[in-house]
């Protein structure tokens, strides 16, 4: 018996439904559903630089701890960057104080012109409405932090600053927040703009880590090798918006 073929059999009989086979191109989208979207239930934040427009020369600071000649040699040993914090627990009780006068010097005169980073506080309102959790970790003191907190009427809590030791790179303070939020380190997300602190710390503890990088210096060469590399990099906090629609279950 020969076999007639749907053409013809429409031909013959117009009121015969076929039903249409999928092309074999077809098959992978039928046969693969898109993954499932990763829980995100926290978001922590650094301070400086990332919910705050960068004020404080920290390349000056440095020299004017280190000496211009320990600068070059450590920023040329340190792709990343300095952890100027670091080097100054090595030194003698009276060598630290000094840093840290410095320090507090140059950290003083940017809480005078300290200014809200663009996109900050739409980004906390967007979390709120999701009742996804806020947290901050800073290597600035906890006066610097209180500041914040009054003068913006932003609230993070936990809000970490270098009081708690130890302070970013390592994972402690981001460990530290997820234990009181009880909730997985996965389920974290680290928003700063320092590969060596920031995202460091978010991907040695187990967290989603995001890159704020507005100008774009990272893209440079001397980044391509450092030990820990963001999930996501962004050039605006408006953009955390967007990427936390587009890529995450926000649970909270």
Not at 18 to 39: E, V, Y
């Amino acid at each position: 018996m020969s076999l007639l073929l749907p053409r013809t059999l429409l031909l013959l009989y117009p009121k015969l439904k076929i039903a249409k086979i999928p092309m074999a191109g077809n098959l992978s989208t039928l046969s693969s559903a898109a993954p499932p979207r990763a829980r995100l239930r926290g978001v922590v934040f650094d301070m400086d630089g990332t919910l705050t427009v960068p004020v404080i020369d920290f390349a000056a600071m440095y020299r004017a701890v280190l000496g211009e000649d320990e600068y070059v040699r450590i920023k040329a040993e340190s792709p990343s960057g300095i952890d100027i914090l670091h080097h100054i627990e090595t030194w003698s009780p009276e060598k630290q104080r000094k840093a840290y006068d410095i320090i507090a010097d140059y950290e003083s005169q940017g809480l005078d012109r300290l200014q809200i980073m663009p996109g900050a506080a739409e980004l906390c309102g967007f979390l709120d409405s999701k009742n996804i959790r806020r947290g901050l970790i800073t290597r600035n003191v906890k006066a610097a932090v209180d500041i914040f907190h009054e003068r913006f009427r932003l609230t993070f809590s936990p809000a970490l600053s270098r009081e708690f030791r130890p302070y970013k790179p390592d994972p402690a303070p981001l460990l530290h927040i997820c234990s009181a939020w009880e909730v997985k380190p996965s389920e974290i997300m680290m928003v700063g703009d320092s590969l060596k602190d920031d995202v460091a710390c978010g991907k040695r503890a187990g967290a989603v880590a995001c890159l704020l990088d507005e100008s774009g210096r990272y893209d440079s060469p001397e980044y391509t090798n450092v030990d820990f590399k963001p999930d996501f990099k962004v050039s605006s906090l408006m953009e955390v918006h967007s990427l936390l629609e587009a890529h995450f279950d926000l649970s909270p």
